[in-house]
């Protein structure tokens, strides 16, 4: 059974830093993309960070290049989002997703808030 476990969201001051982990079970997560997706109130789901499966070449939105950086330890099957220089405007509500077979799966989901 696939399952997906984000952790680590908070209230954090502008400016400061989170890490955000998503441990999988019920399958391999180096054989896979692995995604963090956020959502604010009132917006769409929206892509954040993916990380390949052999490589673990990694993109990144256009909003968070240089502050967020997504990696992966695939010995403790976890996926980890660093979020650095947060603002106000990276409040949201941060998912963890993967595609098996054409089926994606979600997390419960993070919420993170910046605010001071």
């Known amino acids: 059974q696939v399952q997906l476990v984000e952790s680590g969201g908070g209230l954090v001051q502008p400016g400061g830093s989170l ?15 692995m ?6 109130p009132g917006k769409e789901r929206e892509l954040v960070a993916p990380i390949t499966n052999t490589v673990g070449n990694t993109n990144y939105a ?3 290049k240089g502050r ?3 990696s992966r330890d695939n010995a403790k099957n976890t996926v980890y989002l660093q979020m650095n220089s947060l603002k106000p405007e ?4 941060y998912y963890c997703n993967v595609k098996i077979r ?3 799966y979600w997390g419960q989901g993070t919420q993170v808030t910046v605010s001071s």
């Open 19 to 33: 890490i955000l982990s998503c441990a999988a079970s019920g399958f391999m997560s180096s054989s896979y993309f």
């Open 35 to 40: 995604n963090w997706y956020r959502q604010a």
């Open 62 to 64: 256009d909003s968070v």
């Open 68 to 70: 967020f950086t997504i």
């Open 90 to 93: 990276d409040t949201a509500v």
């Open 102 to 104: 054409y089926r994606d």
